[in-house]
């Protein structure tokens, strides 16, 4: 069987992308045991920068890897490239998971894999002002009021007084900028998409990203959190960094392999597996984490609307992933 047949095979097609979403959807649970096994404070931003670094670093040398290795890709740029793929890795990695690694210490896993889903929908809602081909229709605005609703959703929490918001800006807020921050880095990588293979591009861009990071958790305290990190790391914490560094590699040489052989909206379709299998990943592993009525129902809603906004899309969908 060849390459092309195997990769559009439906029943194949399906499996590869809910294990790409199930890694993806997997980061939420991992990273906040990872947390726990350094016993990091809520407020120590730097030793997270470097968490953040050192894990796309090396799901960077993975993608070289891959690239090289097993899709027989050069791996070398021209000039012109290296400055929008540094301006790509400054948004698509540095700033969405400065953002995303804070906000997720002062939000429950559950919760972040829901909120994490709005970098999705802002993507479609910008989409319609930069495309002329990716106009917002009735089925999309359907499905952005589903998704929005849930997201609204998650963050109310019934009371004797009729309910209140039960959000921060550091946490819940922290993961609505991580999503906010992807959008920009989406629009650049599918810019960038039309000259150079997907797979180098997110090769580059994690790798000057995690550079970004790896030197803003340097600075601010000469190195102190790279003391805190490689010294109170246990052997769990240390296969939790592996695994996350693979989880990134992995789902996206598949994501993009299945995007490279197949229409796109058959491919997004799936992106709804991403907060669901978070949520479960993350009442699973968490000893903290439950599900109630309410959150069932905002996750019902988030993935329904991620359905109908990505159903039978025409234009490439974005890659916005914890």
């Given at each position: ?81 290296w ?28 919760k ?6 709005v ?57 609505l ?32 990203g995690?550079?970004v ?7 601010p ?15 769990l914490?240390?296969?939790l ?17 299945l ?16 907060p ?47």
């Amino acid at each position: 069987m060849s390459k092309k047949v195997l990769w559009t095979n439906k029943i194949f097609v399906a499996v590869m992308a809910v294990i790409a979403c199930v890694l993806w959807g997997s980061a939420f649970p991992v990273l906040k045991v990872t947390y726990q096994e350094l016993e990091l404070a809520p407020g120590d931003i730097t030793a997270r920068l470097v968490l953040a670094g050192i894990r796309f670093f090396l799901a960077a040398l993975l993608l070289f890897f891959v690239l090289k290795f097993l899709l027989r890709l050069p791996i070398g740029l021209g000039r012109r490239w290296w400055r929008p793929l540094i301006l790509l890795g400054l948004s698509q990695t540095g700033l969405q998971y400065f953002f995303f690694y804070n906000g997720l210490a002062f939000t429950g896993g559950i919760k972040s894999a829901v909120l994490n889903a709005v970098g999705n929908f802002l993507v479609v809602i910008v989409a319609h002002f930069i495309y002329a081909d990716d106009r917002l229709n009735w089925g999309k605005v359907v499905g952005l009021a589903t998704g929005f609703a849930g997201i609204i959703l998650v963050n109310w929490q019934g009371g004797l007084g009729g309910g209140f918001w039960d959000l921060s800006f550091r946490g819940e807020g922290f993961i609505l900028l991580s999503g906010l921050a992807g959008v920009y880095g989406t629009f650049q990588a599918k810019k960038l998409a039309r000259d150079l293979h997907p797979v180098v591009i997110n090769a580059y861009q994690l790798l000057f990203g995690s550079l970004v990071l790896l030197a803003a958790g340097f600075v601010p305290d000469l190195g102190a959190s790279y003391a805190a990190v490689f010294a109170e790391g246990t052997t769990l914490f240390w296969g939790l960094l592996l695994y996350s560094a693979f989880l990134s590699a992995a789902a996206f040489s598949i994501w993009y392999t299945l995007l490279q052989y197949n229409k796109a909206g058959e491919v997004t379709l799936y992106r709804f597996m991403i907060p669901i299998s978070g949520s479960v990943l993350s009442v699973l592993i968490l000893p903290n984490e439950q599900f109630t009525g309410a959150i069932l129902f905002a996750l019902l809603l988030v993935a329904g609307g991620l359905v109908i906004v990505n159903y039978r899309q025409k234009e490439q969908a974005a890659e916005i992933a914890p």
